[in-house]
């Protein structure tokens, strides 16, 4: 390479401290000196038709061109010759050349400047990424959700936590709330996820900016990972500061406090809506009796319920299901039947999860009989069965040596050709298992294959049970 192109350009290479320029990025403050004079018509041409850049040399060449042209091109040329060389990897070369415009005062823009400050991170040269951001506001350039994401994700790959914080707190500081949450969507989808810390400064600037329905959004996804110590603590201050959620939201913080066990911190927050004029809904009022549900609290549940049927039209097809699903996990399975027959009464269809929660109920309690019955009421009423209702009704069957029904309705489901899974097999595996059919057994578990079909660990245990039980 010309050694005319290189000297006294600062050149940062990944694997040497050594730094080729006064100062590390003096050069980015300085005053860019006059161009060299020339004519655009000797040079147009040549630029225009030059061929892609495969190496370092061409992209020096484009650019002696380039920048002997009167007027020289427009800075979105440059950058098309940057992002060339930076997708070769030659991360110093991309630095050196940017010092050619500089010096022949070719103005960055900044698609330029971020080009720059992911070299540096490239490079591990964090200082030096920070000297670019400092040019950004020297030459009246605002920063975008580019520039911060490219900056935070290389502190963070350099373990430098504290300072990536940094940057997304000026970030929030300068007002660009738009592109902080651009860049949270950006970390949701990549390999750095948003931590607490993020939502909180997101949120918190939101509410100052009085951009409350924001704010509460992203408070509620906070609810939806779980995050629901936090946003409790969010919800209070919001509060006190007259920054009231919408029944939305209240209502996904109480599911999201109701399945984490805290029955009595979501009877709280209920209260909270209550008190202040914010009308609990179907939504709320469901999540909270699923809560004592998931506790075996069923008195409670069911008047929950009975207050929701007290408010006139608040109760669904979900709430039904809610409270049928509580009595049939605890064996209730007489109470869960009077709530099925209750919909019918008051004009709601129960839907294939109803007739699935019911099936179970009967399959746990050892009412096979009950089970099968309810199966063909449930086609005969037109809600048809999927799989999960045939992995059901297969399981009680095989689990109360019923064998004979089960191979039939397996039958049924293979002619209706639905996508039967390694559960299904397994189950039908377990059941021949049991009622002593080891060949048959055997002959399934071998076909899995050519049916594509991977066995699981569960598919496993259960053959070698079957075997050794069987020896």
Request: net charge neutral; aromatic share 8%; charged share 20%.
């Amino acid at each position: 390479m010309n050694s005319r192109r290189w000297r006294g350009m600062p050149c940062l290479h990944s694997n040497s401290t050594v730094v080729f320029a006064n100062d590390y990025f003096a050069f980015l403050h300085s005053q860019p000196s006059k161009p060299i004079k020339s004519t655009r018509t000797q040079l147009e041409q040549p630029v225009r038709n030059s061929p892609k850049i495969t190496t370092v040399e061409d992209a020096f060449n484009v650019f002696d061109r380039m920048l002997q042209m009167r007027p020289p091109p427009s800075v979105l040329r440059f950058n098309q010759i940057l992002g060339q060389v930076a997708k070769l990897k030659h991360y110093s070369a991309v630095i050196s050349l940017y010092y050619q415009m500089d010096v022949s005062g070719i103005g960055p823009n900044v698609y330029t400047l971020n080009f720059l400050i992911n070299c540096c991170c490239h490079l591990n040269k964090m200082g030096f990424s920070l000297s670019v951001l400092g040019k950004f506001f020297k030459v009246g350039l605002e920063p975008n959700v580019i520039t911060f994401n490219v900056l935070i994700n290389g502190f963070l790959l350099e373990n430098s936590e504290a300072e990536a914080a940094g940057i997304f707190n000026k970030m929030i500081a300068g007002g660009n709330n738009s592109a902080a949450i651009q860049l949270l969507r950006k970390m949701e989808e990549g390999a750095c996820k948003p931590n607490l810390v993020v939502y909180n400064t997101i949120i918190d600037s939101l509410c100052k900016d009085t951009l409350v329905d924001d704010a509460l959004k992203l408070f509620s996804e906070m609810m939806c990972k779980g995050e629901w110590k936090e946003a409790t603590r969010l919800l209070n201050e919001m509060v006190s500061k007259n920054i009231f959620p919408n029944v939305f939201t209240f209502s996904v913080l109480v599911d999201t406090i109701c399945k984490e066990g805290m029955v009595v911190e979501a009877e709280g927050v209920v209260e909270i809506m209550i008190q202040r004029g914010i009308e609990p809904d179907t939504v709320t009022y469901s999540s909270l009796m699923d809560g004592y549900c998931l506790r075996g609290e069923m008195d409670k549940a069911q008047k929950v319920f009975e207050l929701m049927l007290s408010k006139g039209s608040m109760v669904n097809v979900v709430s039904y299901n809610t409270l049928i699903n509580g009595y049939c996990k605890h064996k209730k399975i007489d109470e869960a039947m009077m709530l099925f027959l209750d919909m019918s009464h008051k004009g709601l269809v129960p839907n294939t999860i109803t007739y699935n929660t019911l099936l179970y109920g009967f399959c746990k309690t050892g009412r096979i009989q009950d089970a099968q019955k309810l199966f063909y009421e449930m086609q005969a009423c037109g809600q048809l069965p999927d799989v999960q209702t045939y992995s059901i009704l297969l399981h009680g069957l095989c689990e109360n040596r019923q064998l004979s029904r089960a191979m039939q309705l397996f039958g049924e489901m293979e002619a209706k050709k639905l996508d039967i899974d390694i559960v299904i097999y397994s189950i039908l595996i377990k059941g021949l298992c049991i009622a002593g059919k080891l060949e048959s057994a055997r002959d399934l578990f071998c076909g899995l294959s050519s049916k594509r079909l991977q066995p699981s660990v569960w598919t496993y245990n259960i053959m070698i049970n079957g075997l050794c039980i069987g020896a």
